[in-house]
């Protein structure tokens, strides 16, 4: 049976480039970076090559990249960071409603630990956020925004300049979890005018288990991981060389190829939103219609369950997704979808198909052949029929 793979979003296989790169680092140069012989220099080389090398795709200096272990925790090292850096300054935090909860717990926990105060905002129908909103939101005690760029379940991307210029406006550091748009949107920081952004390897071709967080030189972070002075001292923990060398690698790689693979991609979002919405009644597009990823189609189904949906298309080889992988295992329906303001019974029908590089035209039609008739049978054996109309649309 074929395997049509169509959950990027929550993680990507590892390239052939990026397996290449890495092979060195586990037999023949994989010393400490920290040691003082030739095969721990070796390992320092190649971590400092990797680190400029991003920093020239971000257009930032080597020293205010900070290699993690992962987007979370690089979402956690800017949240937790600057908050504990700054809380003699102000104890208030300004984020929407829509994150991943990699941003979200952070604030949760900052609230009830530490008696922080959080502004969630709210979004539009398609996920934006009130720019208005946002600024009036600001107050003389807030010390940080965090606005993700790109929504990891409906893909809808974020005025993230507009945002910058308002947190510079007033004198705030501003944080984007970039982890989604990273290799298929403009990550230069100068140009976003962040200070602080989140990536996360696994997302863009390259392992699991590496991130890294920019954070500008003015910016004030305090670590979370103690017992050793590597990354500027704000990581503590000897690097994972052949990781870094991986993620410099797929990310050099990602932003020489962005603007041919987001055409290609939103090519086939499209074609695969316009057959699915027009095949099966009662279906809705989650997000912009426009501003959104070029790889993501989020489509709710009326009538029925997204997990039976996921467990029909399994068995006709299609992988994909209700939404987040970090909350898969809870049957709540997504939190990001009912804060768009979509009811109960549309939030739970939802799927979301996130194409790759790999994924083809044949592949898609396959898809488009397939789900109508899951959908249809899994109407029959429902015991809810709702209209559009019922459900406030």
Known sequence: MQRIYLDHAATTYTRPEVKKAIMPFFEENFGNPGSFHSIGLEAKKALLEARKKIASILNCEPEEIIFTGSGTESCNLAIKGVAFALRKKGKHIITQKTEHHAVLHPCEWLEKEFGFEITYLDVDRFGIVDLRQLENAIRKDTILISIMYANNEIGTIQPIKKIAAIAKKHKV?????????????????????????????????????????????????????????????????????????????????????????????????????????????????????????????????????????????DREGICASTGSACTSSSLEPSHVILATGMPYEIAHGNIRFSLGKKTTKKEIDFVIKKLPKIIEKLRKLSPVELSKKEVGL
């Open 173 to 313: 550091l501003f944080h984007t979890d970039a982890c989604q748009a990273a290799g298929l949107e403009e990550i230069d920081v100068k140009k976003l005018g962040v200070d602080l952004m989140t990536i996360n390897g696994s997302k863009i071709y390259a392992l699991k288990g590496t991130g890294l967080l920019f954070a500008k030189k003015s910016t004030p972070l305090m670590p979370l991981i103690h017992g050793g002075s590597q990354e500027f001292g704000k990581r503590a923990g000897t690097e994972n060389v052949a990781g870094i060398v991986g993620l410099a690698t797929a990310l050099e790689l990602a932003q020489k190829e962005r603007f041919k693979e987001a055409k290609r991609l939103s090519a086939l979002r499209d074609y695969l939103i316009k057959n699915l919405l027009k095949k099966i009644p009662k279906s809705i597009l989650q997000g912009h219609s426009k501003k959104r990823l070029p790889n993501n189609a989020a489509i709710s189904f009326l009538d029925v369950e997204g997990e039976a949906i996921l467990l029909y298309l």
